[in-house]
């Protein structure tokens, strides 16, 4: 019998409520399909850092080496600064197993509305690829002479061949794979005159290998605009870092909200294991009050199916979100209704 070994890590949160609810799924599921999973726990996050004054024990990464794959939730708290929650612990994550392709689907599913009026769902089916691993998140800069007035601080964004060519040609296989073959590289290289202009040039030598792939390329700022305007001219989105974060939080909110969008940070050639986690953050306006959307949670357990190679469990699972979705007694108040957590989690649990 196949056997996954998945490690779980809630974070902080509402994670804490929605990798629950998406362990359950998977479970059940599993038992479903003929595999079994084994869910390794670790408490790791902003409850770990006021008790060891660190996000993750220094051995870590060496705990997480042997997974399948990394079921990750939330992190974040108020009362800790947010580069210390990000870089202590999805970063430190994200970096070092060399998570360099973020993939980030949206679409609007069955019975959801979007906030575009008069939308035709067909028209917003899209991909994000998102460079996951410098850029303007490299982590390069630094400040001085803090306190002072001539005080400065620099965050460097590092752009490599290497890098940009990667993920580059992932997006253009990912493109490849999908029925319109067509894809978008989103840039800054009117103001961005170096790294960006290299980025341009790469895409250019890149697309020579893939005639079979429909591209064009839009500056970041004209891109928001034809995301809301025309959304059924895009398909498969490549960016950096940077610019891939933020306009893959505007295609959720197009897609009915932050609540339904996965997330999956892959290690394409698998030298390290891969992590899923919903796209949404830690939200502590609503922790503990039972009204967290799982959907996001347990669309990303679908990418990590399909990432360990359970197509047909991953069908499963999409179906039965989607079955759920269409419902909306089962939409949670990010959705405009009134459902909880545990509701729409054994629904999906339900309708497999």
């Known amino acids: 019998m196949r056997h996954y070994t998945l490690a779980s890590i809630p974070g902080d949160g509402i994670g804490k409520e929605v ?73 430190a994550i994200c970096q070092p197993f060399d998570q360099y392709a973020n993939v980030r689907p949206a679409r609007v599913l069955p019975g959801i509305r979007s906030p575009l009026a008069g939308l035709d769902p067909a028209q917003l089916d899209w991909v994000i690829v998102r460079e996951n691993s410098e850029g303007e998140y490299s982590g390069a800069g630094g400040r001085a002479h803090r306190g002072l007035p001539e005080e400065v601080a620099t965050d460097v964004s590092i752009f490599t061949r290497a890098g ?97 969008a996965p997330t999956a940070n892959l290690n394409p050639e698998r030298r390290f294991p891969s992590m899923f986690e919903p796209i949404h953050g830690s939200a502590f306006d609503i922790t503990g009050m039972g009204i967290a959307n799982p959907v996001g949670t347990f669309w990303s357990a679908v990418m990590m199916l399909e990432h360990l190679g359970e197509a047909e469990a991953a069908a499963r699972l999409m179906a039965a979100i989607e079955r759920t979705t269409r419902n909306t007694r089962l939409h949670t108040p990010d959705l405009g209704g009134e459902a909880s957590t545990e509701l729409v989690t054994q629904a999906v649990i339900d309708a497999l």
């Open 19 to 91: 990798i629950p609810a998406g362990e359950r799924v998977l479970d059940h599921l599993a038992r479903a399909c003929g595999f079994t999973i084994e869910f390794r726990r670790f408490d790791w996050g902003s409850d770990y850092y006021r008790a060891h004054g660190v996000m993750m024990p220094a051995d870590g990464l060496d705990a997480l080496r042997g997974v399948d794959a990394i079921y990750f939730g939330a992190v974040g708290a108020p009362d800790i600064p947010d580069h210390l929650t990000l870089w202590g612990l999805r970063l």
């Open 164 to 260: 940009v060519e990667r993920v580059l040609r992932f997006a253009f296989t990912l493109a490849r794979s999908r029925p319109r073959r067509l894809l978008t590289v989103v840039t800054k290289s009117n103001a961005q005159r170096h790294g960006m202009v290299m980025w341009d040039e790469i895409a250019q030598e890149v697309a020579a290998s893939f005639p079979d792939v429909t591209w064009d390329k839009m500056l970041v700022d004209a891109m928001t605009v034809r995301m809301v305007t025309r959304p059924g001219s895009l398909d498969t989105i490549v960016a950096t870092n940077l610019h891939a974060d933020v306009l893959s939080d505007l295609a959720a909110a197009l897609s009915g909200s932050m609540g339904v």
